[in-house]
């Protein structure tokens, strides 16, 4: 089974800036796809960004332009780099891998925008 573990979380102002970070373990088959969805405060779940063994990138509209997804495969870990945040990114964010088997997702964690 794949476990992943997610940080860097918070409570941050509008304008500024977090990175997320998920390690992957446990996993017997090659991972492809990582990447993040997140669910804000009374709406549904949305895709944010993804990224692919070969490092092929994509970004929800929402945030085109402001995140960017990262990974090192030697390290089976996925960043996600967001900048200029708003308060419409407040969400929890959770962390998924695809492999044969199935999609995994990591615990989840809180990013606040607010002032």
């Known amino acids: 089974q794949v476990q992943l573990v997610e940080s860097g979380g918070g409570l941050v102002q509008p304008g500024g800036t977090l990175r997320l970070s998920c390690a992957a373990s446990?996993?017997?088959?090659?991972?492809?796809?990582m990447g993040w969805y997140r669910q804000g405060p009374g709406k549904e779940r949305e895709w944010v960004a993804q990224?692919?063994?070969?490092?092929?990138?994509g970004y929800a509209d929402s945030v085109q332009g402001r995140f960017t997804i990262s990974r090192d495969n030697a390290k089976n870990t996925v960043d996600l780099q967001m900048n200029s945040l708003k308060p419409e990114d407040t969400a929890v964010y959770y962390c998924f891998a695809n492999d044969i088997t199935g999609t995994y997702w990591g615990q989840g964690t809180q990013v606040t925008v607010s002032s």
């Open positions: 990224i692919t063994r070969d490092k092929t990138t």
């Open positions: 446990g996993s017997k088959f090659r991972i492809n796809a």
